[in-house]
């Protein structure tokens, strides 16, 4: 086949491309001059609305993925097996969506690991 007129990016790619772009620049400011830098938190507004999406969306969308793995799995509702592994990956990357945002919204997230050898008595 001739492969000469297909474009190598489409303009949804091109978007894509740039948003992730803006988000690595968003999170490079944020690590050099802080969260409140990039988002205007204040000790008044220590929180924004992107902790709802973490929790009631990665989280909630990762736990309804384990309970179809458990209605199949462990109370044998076979109806549903088909849509198991789908529901499987999306629940493994919501956690992991999730768990990263809350590692960034962490005030200095390099530091994530000190629990590992710091130990407090």
Do not use: C
Not at 33 to 47: E, K, Q
Not at 57 to 70: E, N, T
Not at 94 to 112: E, K, N
């Amino acid at each position: 086949m001739n492969n000469k007129n297909i474009p190598l990016f489409s303009f949804w790619g091109i978007v894509q491309i740039l948003l992730g772009l803006g988000a690595v620049g968003v999170l490079t400011a944020k690590m050099i001059w802080g969260l409140g830098a990039v988002t205007n938190l204040s000790d008044n507004w220590p929180w924004g609305l992107w902790v709802a999406f973490d929790v009631g969306i990665y989280i909630a969308s990762a736990a309804g993925g384990f309970v179809l793995a458990a209605l199949v799995y462990i109370f044998k509702i076979e109806a549903f097996r088909p849509l198991v592994k789908p529901a499987i990956l999306i629940a493994a990357l919501g956690y992991t969506i999730g768990a990263l945002g809350i590692a960034v919204d962490l005030g200095r997230s390099p530091l994530i690991i000190h629990p590992l050898w710091m130990w407090q008595p």
